[in-house]
């Protein structure tokens, strides 16, 4: 498929948008401006009539739902021959072609679902989206997800400075569906660093970043992510604080925060798996955040059905709906002040901001622990302390040196770190974790 052409790319999104089709930045506002929770599964098939049979089952799910199209692998890294191949010779994708498939398959596969109660978000994981921005334009659609830090670092070998470059003009190409009326919407999934052993300070640092960046390339309407980790006081603070500091630093913008359910070793049991997606639902009540990406309870073995999907859906909302959002403020243990270091000692690197990003991993001023792309000091690492707490037990060339010495904690062996690994499976999987909410599981299942 041949990128959209700008003009007609404008005036197919404006057409649709003067229909029925509403926009993702709508729903959300508005779910954000109410205080409800949005649930969102990560669904994507290769198959256009199953991947509507998933947005319709999600659309009818028991829930305040909004629909994905999660891309396949081969597209997220730009291999569009191969993605051909598997389309020709009927093989197995792990998610939807959105480049590969006429627009007029994604848009008949949308027709009647997609609609002001119920928008799309495309979610790919590439660091040069070009193409993916392309084409969910010429398709209708006007959000996304993403990032120039975190579609690139944990998932490619691509130089931060050309995924900055690309990332800078997805933005622009999105910001353009102004000129038609429409609010595009970008998600920045930096608050998601490899999933697991990311102290919450970086992932804070690196979700308000992007969102600076979004904003600096003309986005208005931005989501900043933060992924359930391995203790909820600590979780809900660093939640907390990402609030505080996107309000102050974001304030001119529509923005709402996201929390994903657990991103590690997920565990295997179903209870294990539903009540971990309950612990992150509480979480998102519980620190006024707007939307939760759910994960399932096939996570740990296999691409997950649509009505697991649902089942997790509906866990999630009801866990939701049984939680009260005042509970006692946690106690300060200087993940804001860190996490406030971080950015404006980044943001005093350049005046652009993609260069300064670009700058803070060559001078090791972001460092993600344990990932291994080229440009990642790889000096700073975490542990997982008795407490359950992810703490800096070496900080690098981090601008923190002056806040974290005190938390340091032991430094991590490998058996350690395969123990940090299974941490969060193993206490949800251990059989006296499961709670009375095994019944509501139960129910929901029959129901699916």
């Known amino acids: 498929m041949r990128p959209a052409e700008p003009h007609r790319a404008l005036e197919l999104?404006?057409?649709?948008?003067?229909?029925?089709?509403?926009?993702?930045?709508?729903?959300?506002?508005?779910?954000?401006?109410?205080?409800?929770?949005?649930?969102?599964?990560?669904?994507?098939?290769?198959?256009?009539?199953?991947?509507?049979?998933?947005?319709?089952?999600?659309?009818?799910?028991?829930?305040?739902?909004?629909?994905?199209?999660?891309?396949?692998?081969?597209?997220?890294?730009?291999?569009?021959?191969?993605?051909?191949?598997?389309?020709?010779?009927?093989?197995?994708?792990?998610?939807?072609?959105?480049?590969?498939?006429?627009?007029?398959?994604?848009?008949?596969?949308?027709?009647?679902?997609?609609g002001?109660?119920?928008?799309?978000?495309?979610?790919?994981?590439?660091?040069?989206?070009?193409?993916?921005?392309?084409?969910?334009?010429?398709?209708?659609?006007?959000?996304?997800?993403?990032?120039?830090?975190?579609?690139?670092?944990?998932?490619?070998r691509t130089p931060v400075q050309r995924s900055?470059?690309?990332?800078?003009?997805?933005?622009?190409?999105?910001?353009?569906?102004?000129?038609?009326?429409?609010?595009?919407?970008?998600?920045?999934?930096?608050g998601c660093m490899l999933g697991q052993?990311?102290?919450?300070?970086?992932?804070?640092a690196i979700t308000v970043l992007e969102g600076l960046f979004f904003r600096r390339h003309g986005i208005r309407s931005i989501s900043l992510s933060y992924a359930q980790q391995t203790n909820e006081e600590q979780d809900r603070e660093a939640v907390l604080a990402l609030h505080e500091i996107a309000a102050e630093l974001l304030g001119d913008t529509s923005w709402h925060v996201v929390i994903y359910a657990y991103m590690g070793l997920y565990p295997e049991t179903e209870h294990g798996a539903l009540n971990l997606v309950a612990d992150a639902a509480r979480l998102a009540v519980r620190t006024g955040s707007t939307r939760l990406i759910v994960k399932t309870a096939a996570e740990a073995h296999r691409i997950p059905s649509i009505a697991e999907?649902?089942?997790a859906l509906e866990v999630a909302a009801r866990a939701a709906a049984g939680t009260g959002r005042r509970p006692a403020p946690p106690v300060d243990t200087g993940i804001k002040a860190e996490a406030r270091a971080l950015i404006e000692a980044v943001l005093d690197l350049n005046e652009d901001i993609g260069k300064a990003l670009v700058r803070a991993f060559a001078q090791g001023y972001l460092d993600v622990p344990y990932c291994l792309h080229p440009d990642n000091a790889g000096r700073a690492r975490s542990v997982i302390s008795e407490q359950g707490r992810l703490e800096w037990s070496r900080t690098g060339s981090l601008p923190i040196g002056h806040l974290a010495p005190?938390?340091?904690?032991?430094?991590?062996?490998?058996?350690?770190?395969l123990h940090a690994l299974s941490y969060v499976k193993s206490r949800y999987d251990d059989a006296d974790h499961a709670t009375d909410h095994a019944a509501d599981h139960a129910t929901l299942r029959r129901s699916a």
């Not at 799910?61 to 010779?89: I, K, P, Y």
């Not at 990332?167 to 595009?184: D, H, T």
């Not at 052993?197 to 804070?204: A, V, W």
């Open 164 to 190: 900055v470059l690309a990332w800078q003009e997805a933005c622009q190409k999105l910001a353009a569906l102004r000129e038609g009326g429409i609010e595009p919407h970008l998600e920045s999934f930096g």
């Open 406 to 417: 005190a938390r340091r904690a032991t430094q991590l062996t490998s058996t350690r770190l």
């Open 197 to 204: 052993l990311c102290p919450p300070s970086l992932l804070i």
């Open 13 to 114: 999104a404006a057409e649709r948008a003067s229909g029925p089709a509403g926009t993702f930045h709508a729903v959300l506002d508005a779910a954000r401006r109410r205080g409800a929770l949005v649930v969102q599964p990560r669904m994507g098939f290769s198959d256009p009539a199953r991947m509507r049979a998933g947005l319709s089952a999600t659309k009818a799910a028991n829930a305040t739902t909004v629909g994905t199209l999660t891309l396949d692998s081969f597209t997220r890294v730009g291999d569009f021959a191969a993605v051909d191949r598997a389309l020709r010779e009927r093989g197995p994708l792990n998610g939807y072609p959105i480049v590969n498939f006429p627009t007029a398959t994604t848009t008949a596969m949308l027709a009647g679902l997609r």
């Open 309 to 311: 999907n649902v089942t």
């Open 116 to 156: 002001r109660d119920f928008p799309v978000q495309v979610r790919h994981g590439s660091p040069l989206p070009g193409r993916i921005v392309d084409a969910l334009i010429e398709a209708g659609l006007d959000a996304t997800e993403g990032g120039p830090i975190s579609y690139c670092l944990p998932y490619s």
